[in-house]
């Protein structure tokens, strides 16, 4: 059964950090390239920030380069995404997607969310 379980949102004051965290299960997590997506209320979910199976590129939204920083790791089968310098702006439901790579090409996988809010 595949599952991504994200967590680590929370209410956050402007300027602050949190750092968000997904733990994936039940497929080949080395083989799946790994984002972070977001979607506040009203607006289409976006792209903030996504990374290869492997690791080695990384790529984010304009909105958060210099800001927000996405990582994995293959052996515990997590990726994060430390967040800094939070605005308002940044509120939103923050997505986990799993895409599949190599011969797992065409499967692509989504948790629940975690919601941030960034407000005084």
């Known amino acids: 059964q595949v599952q991504l379980v994200e967590s680590g949102g929370g209410l956050v004051q402007p300027g602050g950090s949190l750092r968000l965290s997904c733990a994936a299960s039940g497929f080949t997590f080395g083989r799946y390239a790994m984002s972070w997506y977001r979607q506040a209320p009203g607006k289409e979910r976006e792209l903030v920030a996504a990374i290869t199976s492997a690791g080695e590129s990384t790529n984010y939204a304009d909105s958060v380069k210099g800001r927000f920083t996405i990582s994995r790791d293959n052996a515990k089968n997590t990726v994060d995404l430390q967040m800094n310098s939070l605005k308002p702006d940044d509120t939103a439901v923050y997505y986990c997607?799993?895409?599949?790579?190599?011969?797992?090409?065409?499967?692509?996988?989504w948790g629940n969310g975690t919601l941030v809010t960034v407000s005084s």
């Open positions: 997607n799993a895409r599949g790579t190599w011969r797992y090409y065409g499967m692509n996988y």
